[in-house]
T-cell receptor, first 110, second 114 residues
Framework: LAKTTQPISMDSYEGQEVNITCSHNNIATNDYITWYQQFPSQGPRFIIQGYKTKVTNEVASLFIPADRKSSTLSLPRVSLSDTAVYYCLVVNTNAGKSTFGDGTTLTVKP | DVKVTQSSRYLVKRTGEKVFLECVQDMDHENMFWYRQDPGLGLRLIYFSYDVKMKEKGDIPEGYSVSREKKERFSLILESASTNQTSMYLC?????????????FGSGTQLSVL
């Protein structure tokens, strides 16, 4: 499974757009890129998944360049409630198991 | 709404005890997983299961076993609990082989082994 690297922590202010980048240099052809959000004392929650180019849902956007060796999670206009740990995963749907990295702790300040 | 339920939110056990952590999902998912989460170490996969009576070792299976007798239930067993197994345990489930595969997690069980 491809290893992921993402910043340990990030700070932002309410109303700003936040971009969290994840590198996954060894991503394989069958791998998808998936992001999860985790609040304290809760299990992680799926945010978004993509294979290439751009994916957008009601929560976030995911940008994946052509070489797929990195990806960027974009959170528009964050609020205090977006303070959480964000995990980038590379998922091989044939293998069926997901390996979590260390995650990025996002702190949104008023 | 999808649901993964872990039987206990908090659990305190003594060293050497046999511990059962239960997880039930109501989504008819084939895949189920057990992770542990420790400060500074992130989530680490202990065991997973693709189907009833099937099990696969994850990254840190030592000291653990699992049981999957029914599709909706996946149990994690600590045969003889030790203090280094004090941790947050998270159960998850997913549908296999889809292009939109995603994990659904329970709220976790905080286990303390004294």
């Amino acid at each position: 499974l491809a290893k992921t690297t993402q910043p340990i922590s990030m700070d932002s202010y309410e109303g700003q757009e936040v971009n969290i980048t994840c590198s996954h240099n060894n991503i394989a052809t069958n791998d998808y890129i998936t992001w999860y959000q985790q609040f304290p004392s809760q299990g992680p929650r799926f945010i978004i998944q993509g294979y290439k180019t751009k994916v957008t849902n009601e929560v976030a956007s995911l940008f994946i360049p052509a070489d797929r060796k990195s990806s960027t999670l974009s959170l528009p206009r964050v609020s205090l409630s977006d303070t959480a740990v964000y995990y980038c995963l590379v998922v091989n749907t044939n293998a069926g198991k997901s390996t979590f990295g260390d995650g990025t702790t996002l702190t949104v300040k008023p | 709404d999808v649901k993964v339920t872990q039987s206990s939110r908090y659990l305190v056990k003594r060293t050497g005890e046999k511990v059962f952590l239960e997880c039930v999902q109501d989504m008819d998912h084939e895949n189920m997983f057990w992770y542990r989460q420790d400060p500074g170490l992130g989530l680490r996969l202990i065991y997973f299961s693709y189907d009833v009576k099937m099990k696969e070792k994850g990254d840190i299976p030592e000291g653990y076993s699992v049981s999957r007798e029914k599709k909706e239930r996946f149990s994690l067993i600590l045969e003889s609990a030790s203090t280094n197994q004090t941790s947050m345990y998270l159960c998850a489930s997913s549908l296999p082989g889809t292009s939109n595969e995603k994990l659904f997690f329970g709220s976790g069980t905080q286990l303390s082994v004294l």
